[in-house]
């Protein structure tokens, strides 16, 4: 596969130690490709983002990267790069998109128009049904379910979705090998057969408090609007909520009886501005669209600023993905990647890439 | 006592069927006193409000009348006027304050300040508990709990604010005499001698739907705020809480279950902008103060355009009454009178009274 050409280079820029995210985009949009950062050197890497990427010099993740590379090997697992075509429209538009994601099932899933559905752990008999009555629901109008793969909410909107033959998508703080927790093994595996579950954390990373909620992040970015069913005030729920919020994601809550304390968080969205949902068509109302348009479109459409750089994202993006992305005619687009070149918006790297400045 | 001095002529402009709020709003407005209407003769108050006022020429409600004021000779029974000074402030800010108010109970309750508790009469138990939980609390803040003594939600906040030994208000749909629901007849007695019964319906007036809902706006307008607590999509509750946002008034919902039929109208509200409510600290925190400062405090301050002719109202009103209202030193108010008067939207009457024009 073409597009797994430069994998290796991929899995060395994430997988090294102590260098995150934001490193990893500095890197990239300074040099293009992985493997362009390595050729280029510690001091000019440096020069980018400073000591800290004397790591990725100092420290070889040979085996680790190895292991990654078999991994994606096996039938229905696979590894997507900030740099391939099919890295999700709809996380190219939050700030702070992972460099890979690991997938087990169907990795076209990610580019489905998605509801997110999340909640608490400890949600109530009543409010588990309510979850999956709404995931099967909407699932059932082709609106991919994404959430968590939690116990409660989670579960049910995942079961949900499954039940009505739709799409689900479970995002999750272990490595994509680990499937967490035990309880929802066998869920976790429907959703690997029938969806596909996704991890940005690499292989073998275990369950740890600090990595659920920076995977929230990727649950709200992969979907163009968070359902929040029960959650308590101050819960990971609701950081899924706000982060949608940064995202420019709608954010729906369910209300429930001003006892019940599963209900105090969804009352806290709704007063922050949360929109109040009873059914769910109340949702698709709110999306404006009982159909399922494909994220991509969604993403060259909802981009105030430019299509052409809302579908180029924060990575580096070949010609020809491009062209598959706005759906222009490849001279007219080569006319509108100069114009934002000369703008200092973008810059062409080497291989008919472009890349996406600042 | 001096401010019944008139009452015969209040009575038999209210008492003559055919001559509405507004019609009366218009003679008041154009002469004064309703003594002054008669005075001035039919030709005169048809140039005012057209042929419709030959009913108070034509008929004469003089056994009405009379059994009228005997009623407001009993003790603990009174009939407050547009024209009296403790006409409660609260009312004179709304748009059709009635002309006048057949009270049973203590008057000066209307004073308050008021929190309306309304809400569904087919409430669920919990329901009824919360509005009575909520009414005591409120109620024990010094807020007077208005409602209007129907079965369910509003018995229920009644009961509330009597439990706590605090003020309760019931504005009903029929006559002052008359006790609607016979369910209710204790409650109403109760509210009678420890709280204050309040309509603008002639005695007699029997339970007829179409006055249930015109009388809502009493309810609203006699409060600085009004909570919803259970109700129906399309309920009397729903109306009381557009009018009190037609009034200026602050709506607040109590949300519930999306499976329970009568939390949806209070999720009706929400979406329209009422503020979800919780607890009664939530109330208390909107309305900004603890205390209860007395509403024609509040009527002056709140006023926009002039502390003096929001003290006015919409009736005639004595110079020494609106010295007691803005609390200003009679020069001063003589002066701002008289700019009110040059600029065309106050008249003086005779007897040195005032009456606001438009």
């Known amino acids: 596969m073409a597009q797994q050409e430069g994998l290796s280079g991929w899995l ?34 440096r020069a980018v983002a400073g000591e800290r990427v004397d ?158 909620p920076r995977r929230n992040r990727i649950i709200s970015g992969l979907a163009c609007g968070v359902l929040v069913v029960e959650a308590a005030p101050e819960s990971g729920s609701l950081i899924t909520a706000r982060l949608a919020g940064e995202q420019g994601r709608e954010v729906f809550a369910i209300p429930g009886s001003i006892h019940s304390p599963v209900a105090r968080g969804c009352h806290k969205l709704i007063r922050q501005g949360a929109k109040l949902v009873e059914t769910a068509a109340d949702i698709l109302e709110e999306l404006g669209s009982e159909a399922a348009p494909d994220t991509e479109t969604d993403a060259s459409t909802n981009d105030g600023s430019d299509p052409v750089l809302a579908a180029l994202g924060h990575g580096p993006c070949p010609l020809d993905d491009l062209v598959e992305r706005t759906g222009l005619p490849a001279d007219r687009l080569l006319g509108e990647l100069l114009t934002l070149e000369l703008a200092g918006r973008i810059a062409t790297l080497p291989g008919n890439r472009y890349q996406r400045l600042g």
Chains 1, 2 share one sequence.
């Open 55 to 212: 790591a990725l010099f100092d420290f070889d993740p040979g085996e680790a990267v190895d292991r990654s590379i078999t991994w994606a090997q096996q039938p229905g697992q696979h590894i997507v790069t900030l740099g391939d075509a099919d890295y999700p429209a709809s996380l190219l538009e939050i700030p702070d998109p992972p460099t890979l994601l690991y997938v087990r099932g169907n990795p076209a899933l990610l580019a489905r128009r998605g509801l997110a559905i999340v909640g608490s752990r400890n949600a109530t008999p009543q409010g588990m049904q309510t979850a999956e009555a709404f995931a099967r629901t909407l699932a059932g109008k082709g609106l991919a379910i994404v959430s968590g793969l939690a116990l409660g909410i989670d579960a049910a909107a995942h079961r949900g979705a499954l039940a009505a033959g739709g799409d689900t998508v479970a995002v999750i703080g272990t490595g994509a090998d680990r499937l967490y927790p035990a309880r929802n093994r066998e869920l976790a595996l429907a959703i690997a057969e029938h969806g596909a579950i996704v991890s940005e954390f690499p292989l073998g990373t275990p369950a740890v408090a600090a990595n659920f």
């Open 12 to 45: 060395r820029l994430t997988l090294t130690p102590g260098i995150g995210g934001e490193t990893q985009r500095k890197l990239l949009a300074a040099f293009g490709l992985p493997d362009a950062v390595f050729a280029a050197g510690r001091l000019a890497a």
